[in-house]
T-cell receptor, first 112, second 115 residues
């Protein structure tokens, strides 16, 4: 099956710093999503970005589908950005449907 | 517009018991997927339901089964619980219109503890 690798596995930032999270995947996909999982377990949708670049406030993401990687940028980090960031990829399956394969995540802690 | 809802939020069971988890999809969505997230890992796909049938299945034993109702809500059943079934169970919904983004939206999860 498709492999998804995320780096770094852990990251500690001072409030106000910028960071870049990376997601590498092993095969062509037609779905790539970035999520933030809060301490209560809720997966919050950040971006649906199978290709191209998107921005939402302090967050932006870029996916280069031909090179099989995606980047999530966090600027001016805040303590509320703490949590686990997951990249998940998917493709349309024979018979229909679209399952997501998740990476192992990046654990981010933002300190004052 | 209500998002994906799941019940219960927490559950404690003993080995060998059976459990049923419930999910209501986001309004306008008719496809429901279930994922298992063990501690410290990313979610793993269990199966997906569409038109009241299991459309796709991940690498999980037959002890895991599901159902989808005509109103698109879904249940996940796990029989003969093992200690290793302790996890956060996540439900996700998505529209079937593949011309759309087909983004999956997740519920808050049910945390199952097997003692």
């Amino acid at each position: 099956g498709i492999q998804v690798e995320q780096s770094p596995p852990d990251l500690i930032l001072q409030e106000g710093a910028n960071s870049t999270l990376r997601c590498n995947f092993s095969d062509s996909v037609n779905n790539l999503q970035w999520f933030h999982q809060n301490p209560w377990g809720q997966l919050i949708n950040l971006f649906y970005i199978p290709s191209g670049t998107k921005q939402n406030g302090r967050l932006s993401a870029t996916t280069v589908a031909t090179e099989r990687y995606s980047l999530l940028y966090i600027s001016s980090s805040q303590t509320t950005d703490s949590g686990v960031y997951f990249c998940a990829v998917g493709y349309i399956l024979t018979g229909g449907g679209n399952k997501l394969t998740f990476g192992t995540g990046t654990q981010l802690k933002v300190e004052l | 517009d209500a998002g994906v809802t799941q019940s219960p939020t927490h559950l404690i069971k003993t080995r060998g018991q059976q459990v049923t988890l419930r999910c209501s999809p986001k309004s306008g969505h008719d496809t429901v997927s279930w994922y298992q997230q063990a501690l410290g890992q990313g979610p793993q796909f269990i199966f997906q339901y569409y038109e009241e049938e299991e459309r796709q299945r991940g690498n999980f034993p037959d002890r895991f089964s599901g159902h989808q109702f005509p109103n698109y809500s879904s249940e996940l059943n796990v029989n003969a619980l093992l200690l290793g079934d302790s996890a956060l169970y996540l439900c996700a919904s998505s529209p079937t219109d593949l011309a759309s983004t087909d983004t999956q939206y997740f519920g808050p999860g049910t945390r199952l503890t097997v003692l």
